[in-house]
């Protein structure tokens, strides 16, 4: 035998040398959950060690990641169920706490990027990411509505702003609804890929935002507007528009049974490729973690390194902190 790739795997120095991919803070995205009030830290049953942070804490919390490396942060607001209405309208009043911690955070930490969540859900009574009309989630009234609450997140200090929603032609909409307002340096990422999935719940469950089963005029799922998980194909679309559009970075969500669409876009675009390590993918790990039936120190990092291998250049992930720490 005169090849014999076992060589170059003898030790930690030659494994280090040859090695291909590499992960680092500033490839991660840390998704945080914000309340109103103060002194909360609440703590995520289906997420172990995520909480839902009221802002004096927030700060603290964002500057002890800061301390691991950690500089890129996304946040979601958990919004009280009487705020919500049919059109999400507290999602673009100027003075709701998700725009004022932006404005905290800001003024604390200016070096962050704050990378934001626009979508109807956390504020809708129906709890879906568009308006709900006659059983319908219809798409050019929501983008009305999607492009204010942009402008209110750039206003209050936003550097990059997620539609995490799958209207068509909602990037086209927020990028012109930026640019008139003088935010051209304002960027965004786009969920371009954005599947149906089944592991969003503990999410939902954070923000109590999934679709209402109160009224059968309701769909009790977002398959009208979040693509099919058996489709690949389809994704070129999405990105094609989202590319045309303005998108600044493109995302593909879930990530770790996603790789495929990660790679195919990767492969395809000249821009940055994200991907979302999503609740549920976070939940199936620390649940057979907790039993013992594998081993968090080297599953999770193998997990987002997987994600990194496939071609994202940024990921998002609930993981960001426990990496960072672990890397340290
Ligand atoms: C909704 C939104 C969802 C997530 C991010 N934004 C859930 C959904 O589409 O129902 C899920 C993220 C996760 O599971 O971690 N706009």
Known sequence: MTRRPRRNRKNEAVRAMMRETRLTAD???????????????????????????????????????MKLGLRNFMFFPKVEEELKDEIGSYSYNPDNFYLNAFRTLKKHFPEINIITDVALDPYSSDGHDGIVKDGKI???????????MAVEQARAGADIIGPSDMMDGRIEAIRNA?????????SIMSYTAKYASAFYGPFRDALDSAPKESSKDIPKDKKTYQMDPANKREALLEADLDYMEGADFMMVKPATFYLDIIHMLKSNYDIPIAAYNVSGEIAMLKAACEKGWLDYNTAMPEMLLSIKRAGADVIISYLAKDYCEMVK
């Open 27 to 65: 490839n991660l995205v840390y998704p945080m959950f914000i309340v109103d009030g103060e002194n909360q830290k609440q703590e995520i049953s289906s997420l172990q060690g995520n909480y839902r942070w009221s802002v004096d804490l927030l700060v603290k919390e964002v500057e002890e990641c």
């Open 138 to 148: 219809v798409n050019d009234e929501t983008n009305v509505v999607l492009a204010k």
């Open 178 to 186: 930026l640019d008139e307002e003088g935010f051209e340096d304002v």
